[in-house]
Antibody, heavy 119, light 107 residues
């Protein structure tokens, strides 16, 4: 059974940093492309970014609103993908989901972790 | 960026009904269109990928179709668990944009 478990969310002040983790099980993580998708309270879904497999170069790609502030990385030895979020803004407040990614579709999702940016 | 527009934004239907949700892309995305279901307070779930391929475990009552810029998701024989919000998403090019969602409510 595929499982994705996010952690690391919480309350942070504007300009602060937070690192989210997503630990996977039930599939071959080393081959997996992984994405982060967020959902602001009461709003729709927004793709944040993606990291491809190490065999593919572990290349990353980001949405414009988070580029140069957020960084996705992976530790295949821990079956974990990370989202490092710096220079956080109020508009980054959202539930952040990690997702096992097919060819840019999101096949399985974690339960999400809430990030609240507020002073 | 490719804009995805769903219609309607909300829809009321009864148990046993069939409904159709439409998604339009701002440019040709070939068949790179996916559909998700999100129940309140839960994570989204993939239903259909590349227009018409059913994700594992998804019942055949969900049918995706379309091409180019216009796509539909048809849901037959609505059951209480189908009342949720549905999103389309294009996977043709980055950034991988979603539609604004269609909330399906019980009449």
């Amino acid at each position: 059974e595929v499982q994705l478990v996010e952690s690391g969310g919480g309350l942070v002040k504007p300009g602060g940093s937070l690192r989210l983790s997503c630990t996977a099980s039930g599939f071959t993580f080393t081959d997996a492309w992984m994405s982060w998708v967020r959902q602001a309270p009461g709003k729709g879904l927004e793709w944040v970014g993606r990291i491809i497999s190490k065999a593919g170069g572990a290349t990353t790609d980001y949405a414009a609103p988070v580029k140069n502030r957020f960084t996705i990385s992976r530790d295949d030895s821990q079956n974990t993908v990370y989202l490092q979020m710096n220079s956080l803004k109020i508009e980054d407040t959202a539930v952040y989901y990690c997702a096992w990614t097919g060819l840019s579709w999101f096949a399985f999702w974690g339960q999400g972790t809430l990030v609240t940016v507020s002073s | 960026d490719i804009q995805m527009t769903q219609s309607p934004s909300s829809l009321s239907a009864s148990v046993g009904d069939r409904v159709i949700i439409t998604c339009r892309a701002s440019q040709n995305i070939n068949n790179y269109l996916n559909w998700y279901q999100q129940r309140p307070g839960k994570a989204p779930k993939l239903l259909v990928y590349t227009t018409s391929s059913l994700h594992s475990g998804v019942p055949s009552k969900f049918i995706g179709s379309g091409s180019g810029t216009d796509f539909t998701l048809t849901i037959s024989n609505l059951q209480p668990e189908d009342f949720a919000t549905y999103y389309c998403q294009q996977s043709y090019s980055s950034p991988y944009t979603f539609g604004q969602g269609t909330k399906l409510e019980i009449k």
